[in-house]
Every structure is written in C-alpha cells, then in structure tokens.
C-alpha cells in the first residue's frame, strides 16, 4: 500500500519561500506511471491544484501558481518537493501531496493522499 | 481552464435518504470526471473515477453517472458515516481544477 507523507515547516514568513518535502513509502515512485501532485485547501475552502511532476522531472503547474511555484523530484529517496516563493496570507492553506494513476479512460485521478500539512504564513 | 459547478452547496439529509450531488463542467470532459469524499481533518478519498467506475474498498451506496459536461453522484440510504464534503475533480485538461464542494451533513 503506496502512503505519502508531508514534512516541512508550519510556519513561514510572509515574501519568504514556503518549502515542503512529500515521502513516498510502500513503492518505488519510477515504478509506474505516475504523476506526483501538490494540492492545497485553504480553511474552509476548496480544493486547488498546485502542480505535479512525473519521475523523469517533467512538471506542470497551475497558471495561477506558475510564476511562483517550483516542484521537484529525488527518486533515490522517493521524495519530491514543492517551493512556493514570496508567500503572503493568501497561501496559508493545508497542502497534501497525492499520487496521479491512470485507468482505462482518459485522464488522472488521485489514488492516494498524504494526510496534509497546515502552513501558516505568518510574522 | 475548466470550470466545475457543484450543486447544491450545502445539504442535510436524515439517514436512509437518498442523495444526488450534481457537478457540471464549462466544457466537454467526456468522462473524465472523478468523485472524492472528505471527513473534516482528513485527506480526500477516491469514491468514483471516469464519471461511473467504481473504486475497490467504497460502499456500493455510492455511484457515479454522466458524461459532457454534466455529472450526479448519488449516494443510496444515507449512512451517519457519510457526513462529509465531496468534490469532483476533472482531468480532462490541465490545469485539474476541482468543484467548490457539496457538504453533506445529517439531520
């Protein structure tokens, strides 16, 4: 059973760099097909996708976000990471880390999910 | 990028009841529409994938139909453990986009 799990500071200083690292355990991350996701939920709010990013290196990121975001991999740690540049109070949120499968029909769904970290930004 | 509209935003049912969740698209998705389940403090849960395909390990109460840009998940006999937010999700074109959420809460 594939389990993700969020690690990072809870913390971050606003026009600083939000910085959050995604373990993944129970499965090689370059054993498939996957994608790797970042998506977050401010309080209350809906979900947003941040952007993902396939074993190779190979990323894409929300337009919104773009600008701002950068996701990477470590294969030989089976981690990959999300850095969000000049945070304001509009980026505290919950970010989970999710894996990407694809079925027999077009298209991704996320199987599996960390169980999230809350990020404040804050001074 | 896709929008997607659910409806209704909130709902509160007694057990046994019968739910229907609607999602509608901005544009054609075919069906590449999927359902989630979120309990408050918990990651999001995979109910429903390709609009109607069910997932190992959900209760049969829940199912999934549509396709375009117009999709229902409907939950059979409500259970006290069903409370929670659920959201589609498509994948049709990036960048995935997901519904503002229905909450669904018992009476």
């Known amino acids: 059973q594939v389990q993700l799990q969020e690690s990072g500071p809870r913390v971050v200083k606003p026009s600083q760099t939000l910085s959050l690292t995604c373990t993944v355990s129970?499965?090689?991350?370059?054993?498939?097909?996957?994608?790797w996701s970042w998506i977050r939920q401010p309080a209350g709010k809906a979900l947003e996708w941040i952007g993902r990013?396939?074993?190779?290196?190979?990323?894409s990121y929300n337009p919104s976000l773009e600008s701002r975001v950068t996701i990477s991999v470590d294969t030989s740690k089976n981690q990959f990471s999300l850095q969000l540049n000049s945070v304001t109070a509009a980026d505290t949120a919950v970010y989970f880390c999710?894996?990407?499968?694809?079925?027999?029909?077009?298209?991704?769904?996320?199987?599996?999910w960390g169980q999230g970290i809350l990020v404040t930004v804050s001074s | 990028e896709i929008v997607l509209t659910q409806s209704p935003d909130f709902r509160f049912v007694t057990p046994k009841e019968k739910v229907t969740i609607t999602c509608r698209a901005s544009?054609?998705?075919?069906?590449?529409l999927h359902w989630y389940q979120q309990k408050p403090g918990q990651s999001p849960k995979l109910l429903i994938k390709?609009?109607?395909q069910s997932i190992s390990g959900v209760p049969s109460r829940f199912s999934g139909s549509g396709s375009g840009t117009e999709f229902t998940l409907t939950i059979n006999s409500l259970e006290a453990e069903d409370a929670a937010a659920y959201y589609c999700?498509?994948?049709?074109?990036?960048?995935?986009?997901f519904g503002q959420g229905t909450k669904v809460g018992i009476k």
């Open positions: 390709y609009a109607s």
């Open positions: 990013i396939y074993p190779s290196g190979t990323t």
């Open positions: 999700h498509q994948s049709s074109d990036l960048p995935w986009t």
């Open positions: 544009h054609n998705i075919g069906s590449s």
């Open positions: 999710a894996r990407e499968s694809y079925g027999d029909e077009y298209g991704y769904f996320f199987d599996f």
């Open positions: 129970g499965g090689s991350m370059s054993s498939g097909s996957n994608y």
